[in-house]
């Protein structure tokens, strides 16, 4: 038996494991006991990642070598792998002649290696000459990366997982972590085990298992916490409990947002939020943390995607920093706003600059200092200047016709984008859909011209970064199976070719003969880490050796041993003027509210043993267990209103489509309000699932669509 240290290719907790294999078999997993972010621990999905790889093994399943469809409806049929990377470069060469690049759009994935998004990110950007290449993290987490640069300067949360330990007040809005980071949630647990005065609030619409655990769960209406945060802050300006010395050292704009937020008393914000006045006091005094006899008490905030998932999620995150701000809760243990990383690499891309707005290493591309930067690292003359697509822009341009090519990797949009109406359009539409997937089964496999057989967790070599900017190495315990291959060489064998096809003006004195001379994955990295230096998250001192012996946050640079545990402790911010800067966003409702049309408000959001479309949990009858099929979950009162019974067939429509599904009891979601789970498509349910419902609405800033809200009606079917 060999044992291979990795991490969990789920969450963003980022949990060590132990790949136990035979051969070519992974035989076992268990959780690795030196690994920093779990010490051992793994939820459901990471115990079962052995029963799951051997699940998909089974050629029914599994992408095996690469197929081709001579046409939409013929079956797609084996392929050389030689003639199928033959065929994406000249058909992305041929349309990128005829129309120019921004007609061709690459879809990545927070589940992507850092190496692989690197290769695609400047495949696209310095070969290929668009920046339309954009990922489902746009889906995830870029309304907290808006916030963070907005408030603070940079796309870099603050804390480490010790923080959970010295919280006096932990904070937890828009976050099931229960669920969603359960193995970080058992930390969570032990530290108010160890410390039983320590406080929780959860914030969320709905009554999950978070918030049952909470000593104060403040049940707001859909969409109004930036008039929450707004009346904590109101609270603590008026009973004095904000840290004017912190105000005045380190922060700009604090006395617009102290006139913004006059407006939002308790007893204002209690009837816009649905909640009690006397509760929205006692949170903005938990959370300030003012002590008569000692220091300030520190507050950890926890967020994830109830903030993020939001037409107004940008505003949302930077209202929530500002209350860090004005009492000084940032910077020391057990202090600060914590965003909760949804998948297990979307901190990974967005550090190679995988959106569609960014550069390598935290570069902007609207700057042109940036540009030039890149454009010399990478030996090109040039990088495109015009933003890219982002993910909800790059399909509805597919849709129009406007972009003619799609290369989308390790996702599938056919399920997981918002308004699956547009995005299926798109797929249609498309004169060429690429899918370079590990698994034959998902709803955009469906739509595929070309499939490239991908290799996925236990085959692969890499790294990815977690919530707490700790860096993890990805290894393979087994080889690929059948003709499946790692991202990152698909991507630069494309590559290869492309520079033949498309030769790419090259800076002046560069020698190479290819832009993209990679061996290995730790070729890849060595490249990126070294386009790192000087930058923010500069990891110029992290070798694959270093990362050997133990993972590791970043920053650490040449010279260093080990990484910055927390940002800002000196009180010095990522900004021009090096403080961190008051942002006074108005309140703006979600972009649907219900009305007499469609009276119900619809959240979705995570199970707690599935994961995104199932493609990988949805093999294992035991992680059904917990949750065996999708339900439309609605308040009793809701269902004694209606006289419908549990399990009654139900029609759910918004403005955009309609599902039918059977009806659940559920104390958990408020009246007038329903839920319905992400993960369900497919066999399970048909269309798109729950995003057949959904609205494509995004933050102006951040373009993150709106998931977490629908206005719907439903009647019996
Ligand atoms: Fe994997 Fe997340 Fe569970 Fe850890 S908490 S085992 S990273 S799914």
Request: with cysteine.
């Amino acid at each position: 038996m060999q044992a291979t240290r990795s991490t969990c290719p789920y969450c963003g907790v980022g949990c060590g494991v132990v790949i136990e294999s035979r051969g070519a078999q992974i035989t076992g997993v268990r959780g690795d006991p030196d690994h920093p972010a779990n010490f051992g621990r793994l939820c459901t999905k990471g115990q079962t990642l052995h029963l799951t790889a051997a699940a998909h093994l089974q050629p029914q399943l599994r992408a095996l070598q690469p197929m081709r469809r001579a046409a939409r409806d013929q079956p797609l049929l084996p392929v050389a792998w030689d003639v199928a990377l033959d065929e994406v470069a000249q058909r992305f060469a041929q349309i990128a002649e005829e129309s120019g690049p921004d007609a061709l759009g690459l879809y990545l994935s927070g589940q992507l290696l850092t190496e692989d998004y690197y290769v695609f990110n400047k495949l696209a950007k310095g070969l290929l000459g668009t920046n339309n290449v954009d990922t489902n993290s746009r889906l995830c987490m870029s309304s907290a990366v808006a916030g963070y640069k907005q408030s603070l300067g940079a796309d870099a949360p603050p804390n480490c997982y010790e923080d959970l330990d010295h919280a006096a007040t932990v904070f937890i809005t828009g976050s099931n972590m229960a669920w969603a980071h359960p193995v970080l949630f058992r930390r969570l647990e032990d530290a108010r085990r160890a410390n039983p005065a320590q406080r929780w609030i959860v914030a969320d619409p709905r009554r999950t298992e978070t918030a049952a655990l909470a000593d104060l769960h403040l049940q707001l209406l859909p969409g109004t916490d930036v008039v929450l945060y707004h009346a904590l802050l109101h609270v603590m300006l008026w009973e004095g409990l904000t840290d004017p010395a912190f105000i005045a050292a380190h922060t700009t704009g604090f006395e617009a947002l102290r006139d913004r937020v006059r407006e939002f008393s308790p007893a204002v914000a209690a009837k816009t939020c649905g909640l009690k006045a006397e509760d929205i006091v006692q949170a903005a005094r938990w959370i300030a943390g003012v002590q008569a006899d000692g220091p300030r008490a520190p507050t950890l905030s926890l967020w994830c995607q109830g903030l993020n998932q939001s037409s107004s999620g940008t505003d949302k995150n930077s209202a929530l920093i500002n209350l860090h701000l004005a009492t000084g809760q940032i910077g020391r243990p057990g202090a600060g706003p914590f965003s909760l990383t949804g998948q297990p690499n979307a901190m990974g891309g967005r550090e190679v600059g995988g959106l569609a707005n960014l550069l390598s290493a935290h570069r902007d591309l609207a700057n042109p200092a940036h540009r030039e930067e890149v454009a010399a690292f990478w030996g090109v003359q040039v990088v495109p200047a015009v933003r890219g697509k982002s993910a909800v822009q790059m399909f509805e341009a597919a849709a129009e016709g406007e972009i003619r090519a799609l290369w989308i990797a390790c996702t599938n949009p056919a399920q997981s984008l918002p308004n699956q109406a547009v995005v299926r359009r798109a797929l249609q539409r498309a004169e060429f859909v690429v899918l370079q997937e590990a698994y034959t089964t998902t709803a955009t496999a469906g739509y595929a011209d070309l499939l490239l057989p991908a290799s996925t967790w236990g085959e692969k070599e890499g790294t990815v970064t977690n919530s707490e900017r700790r860096i993890s190495r990805v290894r393979a315990a087994v080889p690929a199976p059948g003709q499946a291959r790692a991202d990152w060489a698909i991507a630069a064998d494309v590559a290869q070719r492309l520079e033949k096809l498309r030769p790419p003006a090259r800076w002046p004195g560069w020698q190479g003969e290819t832009l993209f001379p990679y061996r290995s994955a730790e070729d890849v990295w060595n490249e990126h880490r070294e386009s790192t230096r000087g930058r923010d998250l500069d990891i110029t001192g992290l070798s694959y050796a270093q990362l050997e012996a133990a993972p590791q946050q970043w920053p650490l640079r040449e010279g260093e041993t080990t990484g910055a545990a927390r940002l800002y402790a000196d009180g010095v911010f990522p900004t021009p003027d090096g403080r961190a800067r008051f942002v006074a966003p108005a309140w703006r409702n979600v972009a649907e509210p219900r009305d007499a049309r469609y009276p119900v408000a619809l959240n979705t959001g995570r199970l707690r043993d599935q994961w995104h479309g199932a493609s990988r949990t949805g093999t294992l009858g035991r992680l059904f267990a917990h949750s065996p099929e999708p339900v439309l979950e609605l308040h009793p009162q809701e269902l004694a209103r209606r006289r419908w019974l549990p399990g009654k067939l139900v029609r759910v429509a918004s403005r955009r489509g309609a599902l039918v599904l059977p009806v659940a009891p559920s104390e958990a979601v408020a009246p007038a309000q329903a839920f319905i789970a992400m993960h369900w498509g497919g066999e399970w349910l048909s269309g798109g699932g729950v995003n057949t419902l959904t609205s494509d609405s995004v933050c102006p800033t951040s373009h993150q669509p709106e998931l977490k809200h629908a206005a719907v009606r439903l009647e019996p079917a």
